[in-house]
T-cell receptor
Framework: DTGVSQDPRHKITKRGQNVTFRCDPI?????LYWYRQTLGQGPEFLTY????????KSRLLSDRFSAERPKGSFSTLEIQRTEQGDSAMYLC??????????????FGQGTRLTVV | QQQVKQSPQSLIVQKGGISIINCAYE??????FPWYQQFPGKGPALLIA?????SEKKEGRFTISFNKSAKQFSLHIMDSQPGDSATYFC???????????FGTGTRLQVFP
């Protein structure tokens, strides 16, 4: 499968615990995005990377959230001291940008986080 | 501030009928308008997209109509099928590789 892969698919955690999600983009894609989707809503942009550089962060991304893309390949999203309001589907997407060639964003299947 | 407004919230259509979903945007800098289809437990998948230099784009049973002056665009699904039952999201961005601003979604149910 050469699509966007996210791990884990589901995560249940106790309030106050830290969680980390992983996203593996389509291999040649240089842009990687994180979105959050709550029930009955559209995805909301959190942050995105071009290669290893984090280019933009939404104000939704509180200090408890951190994202990395250390070698411009996979990315991790960490949430520290989780709160019940963090319960959501976390979606990763990737695209190819620049050099005269660009693609639309392809989404992974998401990681569903439940904070109890 | 919601930059992309979508309606209706839900839609029930008979098999073979036409499904119409509408979106309106605020930011005139947007120049890429995709529609995504999402099934339960799955990530959104691109259905069709349009840029403001054309007023209509058709791909199979799916058509986007775009009205730049009104800052509105809509998705038409012709000959709707039960397999089209899903949640549809409109979105907008400044180009097809920029962050997407999504609408709130329309849950479509197509009954046989």
């Amino acid at each position: 499968d050469t699509g966007v892969s996210q791990d884990p698919r589901h995560k249940i955690t106790k309030r106050g615990q830290n969680v980390t999600f992983r996203c593996d983009p389509i291999s040649e894609h240089n842009r990687l995005y994180w979105y959050r989707q709550t029930l009955g809503q559209g995805p909301e942009f959190l942050t995105y990377f071009q290669n290893e550089a984090q280019l933009e962060k939404s104000r939704l991304l509180s200090d408890r959230f951190s994202a990395e893309r250390p070698k411009g390949s996979f990315s991790t999203l960490e949430i520290q001291r989780t709160e019940q309001g963090d319960s959501a589907m976390y979606l990763c997407a990737s695209s190819l940008a620049g050099g005269g060639t660009s693609t639309e964003a392809f989404f992974g299947q998401g990681t569903r986080l439940t904070v109890v | 501030q919601q930059q992309v407004k979508q309606s209706p919230q839900s839609l029930i259509v008979q098999k073979g009928g036409i499904s119409i979903i509408n979106c309106a945007y605020e930011n005139t800098a947007f120049d890429y308008f995709p529609w995504y289809q999402q099934f339960p437990g799955k990530g959104p998948a691109l259905l069709i997209a349009i840029r403001p230099d054309v007023s209509e784009k058709k791909e199979g049973r799916f058509t986007i109509s775009f009205n730049k002056s009104a800052k509105q665009f809509s998705l038409h699904i012709m000959d709707s099928q039960p397999g089209d039952s899903a949640t549809y999201f409109c979105a907008a961005s400044k180009d097809n590789t920029d962050k997407l601003i999504f609408g709130t979604g329309t849950r479509l149910q197509v009954f046989p």
